[in-house]
């Protein structure tokens, strides 16, 4: 097949909400699978614009997924595994339904070639590939409900509540046992994860204002990660010249399965040559 070529700079990142966004919501067992040296390595493969696969289209997507990574390794006998559902959990306890399809009995070649590529666009299908590894993120939430952004207001309302004493605190306390900040004082482990706050501000095409807040995080443990992000995300972020923000409701780009914009943002359709 004939594919979209990588653009200068590469292509987009895709910006995940949870350190176990390639995994999420798949059958422990599988995961435990997947997980297992005994298994080998393999690849965690996402597809642009398409969710869960209903019963009918299991088989053709499965079937153009494949033709793709025979294709791009020119490797033909490996085994692909769609997402599943974890059944076992009761239907108000899952998570939402997974998306993720994972490669097994790829050559290590081969799968370091797919992950280092990244992204495989075509006119059948695109291909989003990953390591079926956990990573804490730095993205943190989007906010809303500012009324401009005059002055970098919306930045300066945000960096006042990280910077705040309802949040620092509980940065240098995570800090402390996190093995990257051993031995720097605290106002130096203040300064390297204040200083790492990133916020984009993006004007809505209803005229509404979002902005995505990234952050290094204080600690490597996902679960304390998460908790330290969602107690953030619970705060107002007030200004004296615009409006409180506040954080919103998690959602994700149904193309390219990010969390950092909605779909009509999703910057890959603004790559050259996509499918």
Known sequence: PAYTPTPAGGFPDVVSNE?????RGLPGARIAAISDPATG???????????????????PLSS????????????LNFLL?????????PPERRLEPPITWIGLGLSRGSIARLVDQRVISTSGVTLF??????????????????AHDHNNSVMHAI??????????PGILN????????VGMRPEDVARAIIGSLEVRVTTLRNGNIIAAVFCDSPTSSPPRWREWRDSIARLPFPSPFNSTG???????????HGADHPTYLCPFQDVPGWN
């Open 19 to 23: 350190p176990d966004t390639i995994l």
């Open 246 to 256: 506040f954080a919103r409701r998690a959602g994700r780009c149904h193309g390219c």
């Open 174 to 181: 995570l800090a402390q046992s996190n093995p990257a900040y």
């Open 41 to 59: 390595e393999s690849v965690a493969i996402q597809a642009y614009n398409i969710g869960f696969p209903s019963p009918r289209d299991l088989r």
């Open 81 to 89: 595994v769609p997402p599943e559902i974890e059944w076992a959990v």
């Open 129 to 146: 590939l990953y390591r079926p590894t956990a990573s804490v993120p730095r993205f943190l939430f989007l906010a809303g409900g500012f």
């Open 64 to 75: 153009a997924i494949t033709e793709v990574i025979q294709g791009f390794t020119g490797e």
């Open 159 to 168: 960096w006042n509540v990280f910077s705040g004493p309802r949040v620092l």
